[in-house]
């Protein structure tokens, strides 16, 4: 306990518990939302350095535009992603396809 005072420990526990509060909130969101690209989805990128979550802010005809979730604990962004922004609705819809399928396998196997 006074190593975990000492070395901010508690601080740190606070930002995990809450990493994760916000990533099941997400997941549920996500679950009443259903599959595929609709406003208010997150999605996840697994990157080398961590994961990156995207919320999906609008969904054109052409584009998508998503904006980063600091979600992980690691706040990593994505290298192409970056901070979000308008990106063409093919690559976006794969990406959330690929969540909802990840997401999918996981409560199969759970």
Not at 8 to 13: I, K, S
Not at 41 to 54: H, I, L, M, P
Request: aromatic content about 6%; some cysteine.
């Amino acid at each position: 306990m006074l190593l975990e005072l000492a070395t901010g420990g508690t601080q740190l526990v606070d930002q995990t518990e809450e990493a994760d509060r916000k990533v099941r909130l997400a997941l549920e969101r996500n679950r009443v939302l259903g599959r595929g690209l609709k406003v208010g989805k997150s999605f996840r990128v697994e990157g080398a350095d961590g994961t990156a979550w995207y919320g999906i802010v609008s969904v054109g005809p052409r584009s998508v535009e998503i904006a980063w979730l600091d979600y992980g604990r690691d706040r990593c962004m994505d290298e192409m992603l970056a901070a979000g922004g308008a990106f063409p609705r093919p690559l976006i819809d794969r990406l959330v396809r690929h969540h909802d399928a990840l997401e999918e396998l996981s409560e199969a196997l759970a």
